[in-house]
């Protein structure tokens, strides 16, 4: 029978370096972490004035962005939106988007399904302004 599981996101190793992303800010990625076999979790700190460096999007899974301090702006297809403490911003799957720290750094959640092998598109040049 499955159990709970508590983890503090301090113990979930920060990938960013990983990826050559330490620029960024740090990625935390705890599906793996909490033996979740759908729900993606991941703990973004951002460091003052950077982006991730790469659109995204997910074919088949949406997901949902929780600002939890700091600034920034979000750029989800053709728009972009500040996003500050309390702000949520939902990504339908199939949309493309990144975000980027204001001059504060900002903190973020990322949650959504995990779907196994599905096949995530990058595109390094999606927010060049």
Same mark, same amino acid.
């Given at each position: 029978?499955?159990?709970? $599981? $508590?983890? /503090?996101?301090?113990?979930? $190793?920060?990938? %960013?370096?990983?990826?050559?992303?330490?620029?960024?800010?740090? +990625?935390? *990625? %705890?599906?793996? %972490?909490?033996?979740?076999?759908?729900?993606?979790? =991941?703990?973004? #700190?951002? /460091?003052? !004035?950077?982006?991730? !460096?790469?659109?995204?999007?997910?074919?088949?899974?949406?997901? +949902?962005?929780?600002?939890?301090?700091?600034?920034?702006? *979000?750029?989800?297809?053709?728009?972009?939106?500040?996003?500050?403490p309390?702000?949520?911003?939902?990504?339908? +799957? /199939? #949309?493309?988007?990144?975000?980027? %720290?204001?001059?504060? !750094?900002?903190?973020?959640? +990322?949650? @959504?399904?995990?779907?196994? @092998?599905e /096949? =995530?598109?990058?595109?390094?040049?999606?927010?060049?302004?």
């Amino acid at each position: 029978m499955p159990t709970y $599981k $508590k983890l /503090n996101f301090s113990d979930v $190793k920060d990938l %960013a370096p990983d990826y050559g992303m330490s620029d960024m800010g740090q +990625a935390r *990625f %705890a599906r793996s %972490a909490l033996g979740s076999e759908v729900i993606g979790l =991941t703990r973004y #700190t951002m /460091n003052p !004035g950077r982006r991730v !460096g790469f659109g995204h999007r997910h074919p088949d899974s949406e997901e +949902a962005y929780v600002v939890l301090s700091g600034s920034g702006r *979000f750029r989800v297809g053709d728009e972009v939106v500040d996003v500050g403490p309390q702000d949520i911003v939902y990504c339908p +799957a /199939n #949309t493309m988007r990144e975000w980027e %720290a204001g001059s504060d !750094g900002m903190e973020l959640l +990322a949650f @959504g399904q995990h779907t196994e @092998g599905e /096949n =995530t598109e990058m595109d390094r040049e999606f927010w060049t302004e």
